[in-house]
């Protein structure tokens, strides 16, 4: 027998004693015979006194295990790595490509038969995806699902687009100390990730539309009782995959009409940005290139439908309420690929066919009367982005897609902070922020800094929104004219690297370009001078971060965990 305990056996160059001691020691756990012959799940414990997005992990992991019994199976739980956004220095990014090899290792050298992999907060799923693609047994995702929404004087808030919206009021001066920390106590009303399709929501959706996780548990509530039903579920299914020797792995389910059909619902839910990058990682894990030029395709030909904000009004509860993935699949079923599989056996075309409207429902819209005539993500090239960029045109102000302005530079994260908020910035409604120094490597851990302050003295003034460009990352609940992503970055010899204070940038969000509005002897001349990269730290994690991660269209992974078969296509 080669499954269960008797997997991955230590080296010590005698198999035999290899088993005898494994089971020596794991009966010090009260284990009996027959447990330890059956199939092994292993389940991944992301629980984290640091990580209140994932504050019901305990629950969903007995929930998990109780369904893996009732199958037949062995549950075995085991630590990985748990990363939360506010809890994270650098940044949570810096950190996602160390919980993926983190977690693959893990899978890798400890004896199970498939996974449960527990995961919520922002680069958590994405981290495990990428883990799984890599390895080689079946696996089932278990999102821990969102918030609760909060209220305050009769508005409904949600983090952490409301985080956002308040904090530009208070540095406006609208609200006062009082008020800011009377919200703060409510922002977060519950255990689970941010309510708003912000980047938990949208990995969570995003696996269930690659069929990743069950029917439904990308979306419902973290607190209600079908979340913990569904980890019964998860448990019986993982159950069965591990007793199937034929079971699927993830890079089986995850075919390219899998990742298609999440590139259409990305479009049409208004997803966050940072999904891109995620997929991109995802995809090199498979040894496939993200098509970029499909995802812009999509996005001028799906609309967007969910009205969640940052681009709509509502909040996760509403959606799910609403019918969730499956009904959003419903409502796209035309660029969806049906034949697409799912890890518990049915096809994705399967799931749509059972999908009983809600009557009444305006969440989700239909292509015909779409909340907002255009796709959520334009893909940007140009001179200031050669291997592209990104907007979140769904959250953008409309009359800003179309601009030309004038450059107000900051050559970091740390010089932004300083100066953007002084009297002394030489700034006006109509220019263009600029960040630089603040991709992967320039941060390093491409920060969530895209979402660049509105500088006070225009805040007073009442300008909610201006054209704002970098090397970063934002936040899947942020809202504004911010083109993200730009790749290659400043500190990897990108052309961000040239541009100076006062110059024009144009941006043209229908012709999907931005550029630097300079004669191209001049580009060409000011191109010789830039430095590549800042120097490497010396040791440990962050010299091998600064050494190896890859740009942001190539998901800013590690180059060394991408496939094999990505350098030989
Ligand atoms: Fe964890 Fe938003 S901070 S999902």
């Not at 539309?209 to 569904?230: D, F, I, N």
């Not at 049915?346 to 907002?372: A, F, H, M, N, S």
């Not at 109509?430 to 390093?444: E, I, Q, S, Y």
């Amino acid at each position: 027998m080669s499954n269960g305990l008797r997997r991955k056996l230590t080296s010590y160059g005698d198999q035999g004693f290899s088993l005898f001691l494994r089971k020596a020691f794991i009966k010090a756990m009260g284990y009996s015979d027959d447990a330890l012959d059956r199939p092994i799940v292993g389940i991944a414990n992301t629980y984290s006194d640091f990580n209140p997005c994932h504050g019901n992990v305990p629950q969903l992991i007995e929930a998990t295990k109780r369904g893996v019994m009732l199958t037949g199976a062995m549950p075995m739980v085991f630590p990985t790595i748990s990363i939360h956004e506010s809890f994270a220095s650098p940044t949570s990014m810096y950190l996602r490509n160390l919980m993926a090899m983190e977690t693959e290792e893990m899978i890798r050298a400890q004896p199970m038969d498939a996974v449960v992999l527990i995961g919520g907060c922002d680069k958590t799923l994405p981290a495990q995806i990428m883990a799984a693609a890599s390895s080689e047994i079946p696996a089932i995702f278990l999102p821990t699902g969102p918030m609760a929404v909060g209220h305050h004087k009769g508005e409904r808030l949600g983090a952490c687009t409301d985080c956002r919206r308040f904090w530009g009021r208070f540095r406006a001066g609208e609200i006062d100390d009082a008020e800011i920390a009377e919200v703060n106590n409510k922002l977060a009303s519950s255990i689970g990730t941010c309510t708003v399709m912000g980047t938990a929501s949208t990995m969570a959706n995003l696996t269930e539309v690659m069929g990743l996780c069950l029917p439904r548990a990308g979306s419902a509530p973290a607190v209600e009782s079908e979340r913990v039903r569904l980890a019964e579920e998860t448990g019986r299914v993982a159950a069965r995959l591990a007793m199937d020797e034929a079971a699927p792995t993830v890079r089986a389910i995850l075919t390219p009409q899998a990742i298609r059909n999440g590139l259409v619902a990305l479009q049409a839910m208004g997803g966050s940005t940072n999904a891109v990058v995620h997929l991109a990682a995802i995809n090199g894990r498979l040894g496939l290139r993200l098509d970029m030029a499909e995802l812009d395709r999509l996005g001028r030909s799906i609309p967007l439908l969910v009205d969640l904000q940052p681009s709509g009004q509502h909040y996760m509860e509403q959606f799910h309420e609403a019918g969730g993935v499956p009904a959003l699949l419903k409502a796209v079923r035309h660029e969806i690929d049906g034949s697409a599989p799912t890890v518990y056996g049915r096809t994705i075309g399967e799931i749509i066919d059972d999908v009983v409207d809600e009557p009444g429902q305006t969440i989700i819209r239909t292509v015909e009367k779409p909340l907002k005539p255009i796709g959520t993500i334009a893909v940007l090239h140009g001179n200031l982005a050669p291997r592209g960029a990104v907007i979140k045109q769904s959250a953008a102000s409309k009359e800003l897609l179309q601009h030309i302005g004038r450059a107000v530079v900051f050559d970091s994260v740390e010089d932004m902070t300083l100066r953007i908020d002084s009297d002394d910035l030489d700034v006006h409604a109509d220019d263009v922020l600029v960040l630089r120094n603040a991709g992967p490597k320039g941060a390093p851990g491409m920060p969530e800094a895209g979402y660049l302050p509105i500088p006070r003295k225009l805040a007073r003034l009442g300008v909610k929104d201006m054209v704002r460009i970098s090397d970063a990352r934002m936040s899947g609940t942020a809202f504004g004219t911010i083109i993200l992503h730009i790749a290659p970055e400043a500190a990897d010899g990108g052309p961000l690297a040239i541009v100076r204070t006062g110059d024009r940038i144009r941006l043209d969000v229908e012709g999907r370009r931005i550029d630097l509005d300079i004669d191209q002897a001049e580009f060409d001349r000011r191109m010789l001078d830039v430095v590549n990269r800042p120097p490497a730290p010396s040791r440990g994690y962050a010299k091998l971060y600064q050494e190896r991660v890859l740009q942001a269209d190539e998901g800013a992974d590690f180059d060394f965990l991408q496939s094999e078969e990505l350098d030989a296509r």
